[in-house]
C-alpha cells in the first residue's frame, strides 16, 4: 500500500476539519483507494491553543521548516487563508518538490505567477479546486474535459454569502444591515465580511476562472469590482416591480483583438426560473462554449468556503 506522509499548513476550523476526516475515514480510503494518509507535522501560531478536534502535541510545530524543508512530508496541505506569508509558504514547498493543496483563493490569485511557476519548474503537484465555487468540479472541467474547446465567455454567481443577502432582502423587503447581521450570527458571513460584501472573494475567483478558460493570466487587478453594501430595500422593490431580480454576477466575456472583459457587477435580470432556482445559497457557474452549453448548480451550506 501506498502512504503519502502530509504536512499541514494551520489547524483552525477548516485544518482540524480535515484532520478529523482524516483520522475518520483513513481505514476506508485506504481500502478503496489503496493509499495511506500520515499527517508528520502540523504549522500552527499557538501550540498551546485548544483545538476544536483533539490532535497530539507531538505533531504540532510553530517552525515552518518542519513542514516545509521536511525531506519526509511529500504532500502540504494549506489551511492558512489570507495573501501571506502562505503564498511564499506554498511556493518554498513546491520549490522542494512537495505537492499542495489549497483551496487559498486570495494567495492563488494575487501570486498566481510565481506559484504556478514553481509547481511547473520543480514537477510539484499543485491542487486548488476546492478554491473557487467549493465542491463544484467546474476548475476540472475547464482544466481536463474542456481542454478542446474555446470558451466565449464565463457567467455566475460565484458568493454564496452575498447571494443569500440579496435573496432575503428580494424576498422579505428587509434591510441590508439587518440580513447581515442575521448571516453573522448564523455564521454564514465572517466577523468582517468586506471579503464577501465588496466583491473582493468573487474576483479573487473569477481572476483565477478567467486565466483558466482563456489560457493567459488575468491578474485580480484587472477585475472591475462591485460590492453590495449600497443596496437598500427601495432598490429591491423597483427591480421587482419590472420583474427583475438583483445579483451580483461574476462575468467574463472573452472577445477579439486578446480582449477579456472581467467584472463582478451588480446585475439586473429577469426574474426567470433559472434565477429563481439561483436562492439563497446557491452559487451557479454558466461556461459559453461554441456548439455547446453547460451549467454547474451547487447548494451551499456554507457561504464561507468555495
Same mark, same amino acid.
Given at each position: 500500500?501506498?502512504?503519502?506522509?502530509?504536512?499541514?499548513?494551520?489547524?483552525?476550523?477548516?485544518?482540524?476539519?480535515?484532520?478529523?476526516?482524516?483520522?475518520?475515514?483513513?481505514?476506508?480510503?485506504?481500502?478503496?483507494?489503496?493509499?495511506?494518509?500520515?499527517?508528520?507535522?502540523? *504549522?500552527?501560531?499557538?501550540?498551546?491553543?485548544?483545538?476544536?478536534?483533539?490532535?497530539?502535541?507531538? *505533531?504540532?510545530?510553530?517552525?515552518?521548516?518542519?513542514?516545509?524543508?521536511?525531506?519526509?512530508?511529500? /504532500?502540504? /496541505?494549506?489551511?492558512?487563508?489570507?495573501?501571506?506569508?502562505?503564498?511564499?509558504?506554498?511556493?518554498?514547498?513546491?520549490?522542494?518538490?512537495?505537492?499542495?493543496?489549497?483551496?487559498?483563493? /486570495?494567495?492563488?490569485? +494575487?501570486?498566481?505567477?510565481?506559484?504556478?511557476?514553481?509547481?511547473?519548474?520543480?514537477?510539484?503537484?499543485?491542487?486548488?479546486?476546492?478554491?473557487?465555487?467549493?465542491?463544484?468540479?467546474?476548475?476540472?472541467?475547464? &482544466?481536463?474535459?474542456?481542454?478542446? &474547446?474555446?470558451?466565449?465567455?464565463?457567467?455566475?454567481?460565484?458568493?454564496?454569502?452575498?447571494?443569500?443577502?440579496?435573496?432575503? /432582502?428580494?424576498?422579505?423587503?428587509?434591510?441590508?444591515?439587518?440580513?447581515?447581521?442575521?448571516?453573522?450570527? *448564523?455564521?454564514?458571513?465572517?466577523?468582517?465580511?468586506?471579503?464577501?460584501?465588496?466583491?473582493?472573494?468573487?474576483?479573487?475567483?473569477?481572476?483565477?476562472?478567467?486565466?483558466?478558460?482563456?489560457?493567459?493570466?488575468?491578474?485580480?487587478? &484587472?477585475?472591475?469590482?462591485?460590492?453590495? +453594501?449600497?443596496?437598500?430595500?427601495?432598490?429591491?422593490?423597483?427591480?421587482?416591480?419590472?420583474?427583475?431580480?438583483?445579483?451580483?454576477?461574476?462575468?467574463?466575456?472573452?472577445?477579439?483583438?486578446?480582449?477579456?472583459?472581467?467584472?463582478?457587477?451588480?446585475?439586473?435580470?429577469?426574474?426567470?426560473?433559472?434565477?429563481?432556482?439561483?436562492?439563497?445559497?446557491?452559487?451557479?457557474?454558466?461556461?459559453?462554449?461554441?456548439?455547446?452549453?453547460?451549467?454547474?448548480?451547487?447548494?451551499?451550506?456554507?457561504?464561507?468556503?468555495?
Amino acid at each position: 500500500m501506498e502512504k503519502i506522509v502530509v504536512g499541514f499548513l494551520g489547524c483552525g476550523n477548516i485544518g482540524c476539519g480535515v484532520y478529523k476526516l482524516l483520522e475518520t475515514y483513513g481505514a476506508q480510503i485506504e481500502e478503496n483507494e489503496g493509499v495511506g494518509f500520515e499527517v508528520r507535522k502540523i *504549522l500552527v501560531r499557538s501550540l498551546n491553543k485548544s483545538r476544536a478536534w483533539a490532535i497530539p502535541s507531538t *505533531l504540532l510545530t510553530d517552525r515552518p521548516e518542519d513542514v516545509l524543508d521536511n525531506p519526509e512530508i511529500d /504532500m502540504v /496541505m494549506e489551511f492558512m487563508g489570507g495573501e501571506q506569508p502562505a503564498a511564499s509558504y506554498m511556493v518554498r514547498a513546491l520549490e522542494n518538490g512537495k505537492c499542495v493543496i489549497t483551496a487559498n483563493k /486570495m494567495a492563488l490569485a +494575487t501570486h498566481w505567477t510565481q506559484i504556478v511557476r514553481a509547481a511547473r519548474e520543480h514537477a510539484a503537484g499543485l491542487y486548488y479546486e476546492a478554491s473557487v465555487c467549493g465542491a463544484v468540479p467546474i476548475i476540472r472541467a475547464i &482544466n481536463g474535459s474542456l481542454q478542446a &474547446n474555446r470558451i466565449s465567455s464565463v457567467m455566475g454567481i460565484i458568493n454564496g454569502t452575498t447571494n443569500y443577502i440579496l435573496t432575503r /432582502m428580494a424576498n422579505e423587503g428587509a434591510a441590508y444591515a439587518d440580513v447581515l447581521a442575521d448571516a453573522q450570527r *448564523l455564521g454564514l458571513a465572517e466577523p468582517d465580511p468586506t471579503a464577501d460584501v465588496e466583491g473582493y472573494d468573487a474576483a479573487y475567483k473569477l481572476s483565477i476562472l478567467s486565466t483558466l478558460a482563456f489560457h493567459r493570466h488575468v491578474p485580480v487587478e &484587472n477585475v472591475y469590482r462591485e460590492g453590495i +453594501t449600497g443596496i437598500t430595500p427601495l432598490d429591491v422593490q423597483c427591480g421587482k416591480e419590472f420583474g427583475l431580480t438583483l445579483k451580483l454576477l461574476a462575468v467574463v466575456i472573452g472577445a477579439i483583438l486578446y480582449y477579456i472583459v472581467v467584472q463582478v457587477v451588480l446585475w439586473l435580470g429577469l426574474n426567470t426560473n433559472d434565477l429563481k432556482m439561483l436562492q439563497a445559497l446557491v452559487v451557479a457557474m454558466f461556461l459559453a462554449v461554441p456548439y455547446w452549453k453547460h451549467r454547474y448548480v451547487k447548494k451551499k451550506g456554507d457561504a464561507n468556503h468555495g
